[in-house]
């Protein structure tokens, strides 16, 4: 499911504003082979049950910017026993918010920033139950400022 709107019915200045929203939702599971010829069901690997955007933006006058937050449920990273599935490993859920902006100085140059998760989202793993941690990694927020020039 998704939307996506200029908000051009707006007076001057608003009309530049946007506005977006997706959601996709998957029901998916696989079989594991067990050694005594059964088979039990995971998630599929690297698919989040749920994932989500959403951003608003402007864009008038040479300059435009969008803030948006990205979230995705957890996801089965590996299977760690395919008989006891206590020791899945699973990266927890994220939500990341970037925000990006730009300004056309002139017609051949801009200047731009960007900003990637400022809300300083860990990466969290863990087996079976949330409360035995596998991996926990802090990343930060990122930035960058720079000129593009096209000639």
Do not use: C
Not at 37 to 50: D, H, K, S, V
Not at 97 to 116: C, H, K, M, W
């Amino acid at each position: 499911m998704a939307w996506q709107q200029g908000l051009t019915f707006l007076p001057s200045p608003f009309d530049g504003l946007l506005l977006a929203a997706n959601y996709t939702w998957v029901d998916a599971e696989g079989g594991i082979p067990l050694p005594d010829g059964g088979e039990r069901t995971a998630p599929l690997p690297f698919q989040a049950e749920n994932t989500a955007n959403l951003s608003i933006g402007y864009q008038k006058y040479g300059f435009s910017a969008r803030l948006a937050a990205t979230y995705r449920d957890r996801i089965l990273d590996e299977v760690g026993d395919p008989e006891d599935p206590a020791f899945d490993v699973y990266i927890d859920d994220h939500l990341q918010i970037d925000l990006t902006a730009a300004y056309d100085v002139t017609r051949n140059v801009q200047i731009f920033f960007e900003g990637s998760n400022l809300g300083d989202e860990p990466l969290y793993s863990f087996s079976g139950s949330r409360n035995v941690n596998v991996q926990y990694e802090e990343y930060g927020p990122s930035y960058t400022v720079g000129l593009k020039a096209v000639f």
